[in-house]
């Protein structure tokens, strides 16, 4: 299980991906053991956070605020800032020139968050990934 609270004053921090939250936080997701250890492993090294985003896309999951602060408490919390959420703008862009597809702009600010911060990223979603030259990207072991 995820060591929580346990973290090391001179480690780096890891931004995690909501895809890799959920999957760890359901026992019957296709991907929950992956995550499970990505995670293990992971705590054990560095400072994991999360993104104000995250916490939003757990909200709209029709989970409860108190469940959803139990279950993340060892983790960092980094709210979106205006560096951020431009570098995710100008990638959105670059991804959907027409206006279609609105669905995927949350997975844009918390990877921009990732690339102004200059912080690893662990996520289960290896799309778009070329958009983010510039992150570290951690992937589950399949």
Known sequence: MFRRGIIAKDTRMILVDTSVI???????????RP???????????????????????LAAGAR???GVDEELSGFKRIDLDFDSAWRAGQAYRKFRP???????LPDFFIRAQAAVLNLPHLTN??????????????LPED
């Open 98 to 104: 027409s206006k279609q597809d609105m669905r995927v």
């Open 125 to 138: 979603d290896r799309r778009r990934l070329q958009f983010w030259p510039e992150v570290d990207f951690i």
């Open 22 to 32: 959920v999957a760890w936080l359901d026992a019957t997701h296709p991907w929950h």
């Open 35 to 57: 995550c499970w250890q990505a995670i293990r492993r992971w705590a054990g090294k560095d400072s994991l956070a999360i993104s104000s985003v995250t916490y939003a896309e």
């Open 64 to 66: 409860t605020k108190e």
